[in-house]
């Protein structure tokens, strides 16, 4: 069946780039996305791709997309305090609205 | 402004205890999902909705229903609740087509049943 993995830590220090890493089994996706959570709220959409895409940058954040391998990468530059939350890989299938989450990193921004 | 509120955003009940939760959204999205959110498994999608009148089971359905007569709300709906169904809710709509990428997340609705 579908499923998205992701590791549950990532700790970086300010200043530093980060990298969060995402894999997906279902070949049929269309839509990738990356979302943040902070503490006490809702997700917040931060940026998508489609499948046939390798690589969207949006200011800070850069995502990777290798489709052989079904890996996905949330890069974030001149990473700050304020970027510290959740961050969640989902999936989307061709055509439908139905969504598979990965379980989210954990990010923390040491100062 | 753009928003999806749900109600109430806290509930504790009992066991059997029929329920239901709101959610509204005012960007007249064609699309509203409703997920759970539980400790170290991310979100999992309860029941989504493509349009008025059209609904499907996401990948966790099971003593949840749902139903959709109006295209801005999206109830979720608890016949008989739980104590697995102690979690935290989230409902969420989104455009169709190069819409998709505007995609709204309610503030959630923490749902404790005893």
């Known amino acids: 069946g579908e499923d998205v993995e992701q590791s549950l830590f990532l700790s970086v220090r300010e200043g530093d780039s980060s990298v969060i890493n995402c894999t997906y089994t279902d070949s049929s996706s269309t839509y990738l996305y990356w979302y943040k959570q902070e503490p006490g709220a809702g997700l917040q959409l931060l940026t998508y791709?489609?499948?046939?895409?390798d690589m969207k940058q949006d200011q800070r954040l850069t995502v990777l997309l290798n489709k052989k391998d079904k890996h996905l990468s949330l890069r974030i530059a001149d990473t700050q305090t304020g970027d510290s939350a959740i961050y969640f890989c989902?999936?989307?299938?061709?055509?439908?609205?139905?969504?598979?989450f990965g379980a989210g990193t954990r990010l923390f921004v040491k100062a | 402004e753009a928003q999806v509120t749900q109600n109430p955003r806290y509930l504790i009940t009992v066991t059997g205890k029929k329920l239901t939760v709101t959610c509204s959204q005012n960007?007249?999205?064609?699309?509203m999902s409703w997920y759970r959110q539980d400790p170290g498994l991310g979100l999992r999608q309860i029941y989504y909705s493509m349009n008025v009148e059209v609904t499907d089971k996401g990948d966790v359905p099971e003593g949840y229903k749902v139903s959709r007569k109006e295209k801005r709300n999206f109830p979720l709906i608890l016949e008989s609740p739980s104590p697995n169904q102690t979690s935290l809710y989230f409902c969420?709509?989104?455009?169709?087509?190069?819409?998709?990428?505007?995609?709204?997340f309610g503030p959630g609705t923490r749902l404790t049943v005893t």
């Open positions: 960007m007249n999205h064609e699309y």
């Open positions: 989902a999936e989307s299938p061709t055509g439908g609205f139905k969504t598979i």
């Open positions: 969420a709509s989104q455009g169709k087509g190069h819409g998709r990428a505007e995609q709204y």
């Open positions: 791709i489609f499948s046939n895409m």
